[in-house]
Nanobody, 121 residues
């Protein structure tokens, strides 16, 4: 059974920083793309950042220059360093991973339960 668990959220003042972590547990053959999404109340879930297995990254325009996604394949983890936080960054942040559990299975999509990030003005 594969699980993704986020940590590192919380309350921070505008201009501050937080670092989110997402750990993958379970028997894993290969982790492909890993991503962070966020969802504010009453809105859809939006893609924040993507990192491929090889380390190529992409960001939403709203976070470019402020957020950095990284991963540690050996630790089966993905991180999101968030700097210069703004009140509009307030949301529940979810990690996502495309994971192949064994060599004879297709890759599937997995999601964490989400973690709250609140930025006060």
């Amino acid at each position: 059974q594969v699980h993704l668990v986020e940590s590192g959220g919380g309350l921070v003042q505008a201009g501050g920083s937080l670092r989110l972590s997402c750990a993958v547990s379970g028997i894993i053959y290969r982790i492909n793309d890993m991503e962070w999404y966020r969802q504010a109340p009453g809105t859809q879930r939006d893609l924040v950042a993507t990192i491929t297995r090889g380390g190529t990254t992409n960001y939403a325009d709203s976070v470019k220059g402020r957020f950095t996604i990284s991963r540690d394949n050996a630790k089966k983890a993905v991180y999101l360093q968030m700097n210069s936080l703004k009140p509009e960054d307030t949301a529940v942040y979810h990690c996502y991973a495309n994971i192949r559990a064994s060599a004879w299975e297709n890759a599937l999509d997995y999601w964490g339960q989400g973690i709250q990030v609140t930025v006060s003005s």
